[in-house]
């Protein structure tokens, strides 16, 4: 009689979490410098958008209005960090791993 062999590696799928958390400190700390496009690290599109908006309003307000626009690009990069954040967080909920 043959002893059965098993095999030495699990069986039940391992799970990679394969985007890690994008830092809200960092988002905000890139974007205080930067400006727009310290926006890069959370939000491509973001960058985009803001870039333009902010070369037409130093433009149009020869450079006065940079102070209002600066705190913007902050707020949606540090939010588009949060929401990135969020997604991954419910996709691996769903999944049923915990984060």
Same mark, same amino acid.
């Given at each position: 009689?043959?002893?059965?062999? &098993?095999?030495? &590696?699990?069986?039940?799928? $391992? &799970?990679?979490?394969?985007?890690?958390?994008? #830092?809200?400190?960092? #988002?905000?700390? +890139?974007? *205080? *410098?930067? %400006?727009? +496009?310290?926006?890069? &690290?959370?939000? *491509?599109? !973001?960058?985009?958008?803001?870039? %333009? +908006?902010? =070369?037409?309003?130093? $433009?149009l307000?020869?450079?006065? !209005?940079?102070? @209002? @626009?600066?705190?913007?690009?902050?707020?949606? !990069?540090?939010?588009? %960090?949060?929401?990135?954040?969020?997604?991954?967080?419910?996709? =691996?909920?769903v999944? !049923?791993?915990?984060?």
């Amino acid at each position: 009689m043959t002893t059965p062999t &098993y095999p030495r &590696y699990p069986r039940t799928p $391992v &799970y990679v979490d394969a985007a890690p958390r994008k #830092s809200l400190l960092l #988002s905000a700390i +890139l974007t *205080f *410098f930067l %400006g727009p +496009l310290g926006m890069i &690290y959370t939000t *491509f599109l !973001g960058t985009i958008v803001m870039t %333009g +908006l902010t =070369l037409v309003v130093a $433009v149009l307000t020869l450079g006065h !209005g940079l102070p @209002v @626009v600066w705190p913007l690009c902050m707020i949606w !990069g540090v939010w588009a %960090g949060h929401r990135t954040n969020e997604r991954h967080r419910r996709i =691996l909920a769903v999944r !049923g791993d915990g984060w």
